[in-house]
């Protein structure tokens, strides 16, 4: 099959994009190159891809009027996975008018691509962000999500609602989905357990929030790749609501999707794994819940069951070190 993968140079395209093309699919990947982190690390990661058969690299932004169109009419992908965003809660409170343009209008953009150039199945990626201030755990699809803390949040809700628009329009079969916290190699530098390795390593200290109690449901990246690479079997409406837990729309081909593992674990005991993988400890500046961050995150994950039979698994014992040792490797820190 031929995908159209937008954020391929990003971590999470990366990997999915290197899943399909070892799988003989071919791969049309677009990503703008943003510098909010060390664009060195996308140009490797493309570079990965860029010797696997059946791989093409397109390098614009999405908001960019026309772009994007004009390669959906110049590939006619089967599939779009929509992936590439403007990241990160707290980089939101600085600058949110990369979460417009970026999350927004990019997401617009790749909507009329489809609309243009209709696709057996379009992926978007949302974030367990968007439940913001719901107190309810674990996180159903099925709750309501109307308090987003950030406009990193907001923006993302907007682009689930404007697929719901598209896909009862246009008919487009659309599934999104909202991650939880993904780690593991080639992972963001912006995200904590990289940005804590980096100065464990360094001999830095770091700053934990919430004292570390902070819980978080971790992803690894090989789970979410396969729950990803399953979901794109699944389009809807297929023959309709597969359980209670379904979020297919009455009026849509659209559902949308938890990817987590659904066993949170504290930011203060994913510290003492990573140190334990480092075989270093770190020096820990407590601090308090910045503004935007909550408390705790955890995936309900009965609907990714219930439509493929799967769900992450991988526990931090193993995925940690995982990390660990792609990190000491590709920035040749020791063994």
Not at 95 to 110: D, I, K, L
Request: hydrophobic letters at 45%.
């Amino acid at each position: 099959m031929r995908f159209l993968v937008t954020g391929t140079a990003g971590f999470i395209g990366f990997h999915l994009a290197r899943r399909l093309l070892q799988a003989g699919h071919e791969v049309v990947g677009v990503d703008g190159l943003t510098d909010y982190y060390d664009v060195a690390l996308k140009q490797a990661r493309l570079a990965q891809l860029g010797v696997l058969p059946g791989f093409s690299s397109h390098a614009f932004m999405l908001e960019e009027p026309g772009a994007f169109m004009a390669l959906m009419a110049e590939a006619r992908p089967e599939v779009v996975v929509h992936l590439a965003a403007q990241a990160g809660v707290r980089y939101s409170l600085e600058h949110p008018e990369a979460y417009v343009s970026g999350n927004m209008v990019g997401t617009f953009q790749v909507l009329e691509g489809c609309r243009a150039h209709p696709v057996r199945h379009l992926l978007f990626a949302s974030t367990s962000s968007a439940y913001g201030g719901n107190r309810t755990v674990p996180f159903r699809e099925t709750d309501r999500a109307v308090w987003p803390l950030t406009i990193y949040a907001a923006s993302k809700l907007a682009g689930e609602a404007m697929a719901h628009s598209y896909a009862h329009l246009w008919t487009i079969p659309t599934t999104a989905f909202r991650f939880f916290t993904v780690y593991g190699p080639w992972g963001r530098p912006d995200m904590a357990l990289f940005l804590f390795t980096r100065k464990i390593l360094a001999g830095e200290p770091i700053e934990v929030y919430d004292h570390g109690r902070a819980v978080r449901d971790f992803t690894y990246i090989d789970d979410l790749v396969e729950s990803i690479a399953r979901l794109i079997d699944s389009p809807p409406p297929g023959s309709g609501p597969v359980s209670a837990a379904d979020t297919l729309s009455p009026v849509a081909p659209y559902r949308m999707v938890n990817i987590g593992g659904g066993r949170p674990v504290s930011v203060a005991a994913m510290l003492d794994a990573l140190e334990d993988a480092l075989g270093a400890r770190a020096v820990r500046h407590l601090r308090d819940l910045p503004p935007g961050d909550v408390e705790r995150t955890e995936a309900s994950t009965d609907l990714l069951r219930d439509l493929v039979g799967y769900v992450p698994q991988t526990p931090l014992s193993a995925g940690i070190p995982a990390f660990v040792a792609w990190y000491r490797e590709h920035y040749r820190t020791g063994p």
